[in-house]
Each structure stands twice: as structure tokens, then as C-alpha cells.
T-cell receptor, first 113, second 117 residues
């Protein structure tokens, strides 16, 4: 059962473009929504996270938009750079003790010159 | 501060062989987990632990065994390797209780690429 659905599977944008990656969740008990960035040969690393009482969060060029009623959230990368080329995973969990993260299937982003 | 250390980085096994993937963390995290990553499947939880002496199954536990004798170490054992276990394995750790004023996110190791032939 896929509790977090992520799209698109892959994305190619030109430098300076704004790639958008979307995720949808089913479990209304989820209240923590992080995004992870993974470079080839490396483990995923936490990029940015949001809680459901906030509709938007920005950290540098990365922005999460959150729509609680639609159970959807998305990652926007402003002024994308070739160094942003990586695989991005959305995830969701509760915030109770030892709540387990459920990951989306990942989006491979390529930023071209 | 080394974070999460996984060994080995690469391994080739024959069908039926057993082996242990090692994972150690030095952040005093209570929670540790093992994921496997396969193309198009994302990260799937194999086993997890909320503290020393406590383990539980995740989404895809069959064929794997874990134990947690110390806070720092969380080895993953493949009992009898099968080609379906060819994958990249990641160990992750985090605090068990959530607080926004500290880095709650999972810290991942760099992975073990396992091939079963």
C-alpha cells in the first residue's frame, strides 16, 4: 500500500527554471512532512521539512507548499542549478515517539545548462 | 562526529550465503532503521529499533534479521541470500521524540550495494 504518492518520476529543467515535485498522502495521522535529497552513491539527506499548521516554508532556494485539505504537498526549487541534480524523496510520518517515516518513490531531477 | 557508518560499501554474495551488514551511529540516537532502495520503489523499511533490546518489523522484513544490543549498533543479517535481495541498503538513525528545535530528521549512512548472484 503506497501511502505517499510522488510525481513525476523524473524531471528535466534548464538552469534557472523552477522544478516542482508533488506528493500526496492518505494517512490523516501524518503531521510531519520532510523532503530528502540524494546524490548518486550517497545516502539521502534531510533538505527541508514542514508541519501541517503551516502552508509554506522556505529555506534558501527550496520551498515546501502544503495543502492540508487536499492532503498534498510539493517542493519547489527556485533558480535551479546543475548542482541541484539529484533524486528527491518526499516522506511523511506522525510525530509520536518513534513514528516511522514513509517515503515516496522518488523524483530524479536533472538541471541542464 | 562520524554520523552513521555502514560497512561494507559493496558486497557480492552467492545464492544461499549469509552475511551481516554493519551499522553504527555516534549521535546517541534512540531510533535506528534499515531501508532498502530499489529503482522505482523508493525506500522501503525492513526493520527498526526504538532502543537497545527492542526491534520490530517494517514493510519488507522477510529474509532479514536484526538485533540491537547497544544504542550505537544495529546490524542487519541476511539469513540465506536470494537474488531478490539485490539492492542498496541504507541504515538511518534519529531521535525518537519529535521536537522542532532540534534536527529531528533521519541521518542516513552512505549505503551498502549488495548483489546476489
Amino acid at each position: 500500500q503506497q501511502q505517499v504518492k510522488q510525481s513525476p518520476q523524473s524531471l528535466i529543467v534548464q538552469k534557472g527554471g523552477i522544478p516542482i515535485i508533488n506528493c500526496a498522502y492518505e494517512n490523516t495521522a501524518f503531521d510531519y512532512f520532510p523532503w530528502y535529497q540524494q546524490f548518486p552513491g550517497k545516502g539521502p539527506a534531510l533538505l527541508i521539512a514542514i508541519r501541517p499548521d503551516v502552508s509554506e516554508k522556505k529555506e534558501g532556494r527550496f520551498t515546501i507548499s502544503f495543502n492540508k485539505s487536499a492532503k498534498q504537498f510539493s517542493l519547489h526549487i527556485m533558480d535551479s542549478q546543475p548542482g541541484d541534480s539529484a533524486t528527491y524523496f518526499c516522506a511523511a510520518s506522525g510525530t509520536g515517539t518513534a513514528s516511522k517515516l514513509t517515503f515516496g518513490t522518488g523524483t530524479r531531477l536533472q538541471v541542464t545548462l | 562526529n562520524a554520523g552513521v557508518t555502514q560497512t561494507p560499501k559493496f558486497q557480492v554474495l552467492k545464492t544461499g550465503q549469509s552475511m551481516t551488514l554493519q551499522c553504527a551511529q555516534d549521535m546517541n540516537h534512540e531510533y535506528m532503521s534499515w531501508y532498502r532502495q530499489d529503482p522505482g520503489m523508493g525506500l522501503r523499511l525492513i526493520h527498526y529499533s526504538v532502543g537497545a533490546g527492542i526491534t520490530d518489523q517494517g514493510e519488507v522484513p522477510n529474509g532479514y534479521n536484526v538485533s540491537r544490543s547497544t544504542t550505537e549498533d544495529f546490524p542487519l543479517r541476511l539469513l540465506s541470500a536470494a537474488p531478490s535481495q539485490t539492492s542498496v541498503y541504507f541504515c538511518a538513525s534519529s531521535y525518537s521524540s519529535f521536537r522542532w528545535d532540534r534536527n529531528y530528521g533521519y541521518t542516513f549512512g552512505s549505503g551498502t550495494r549488495l548483489t546476489v548472484v
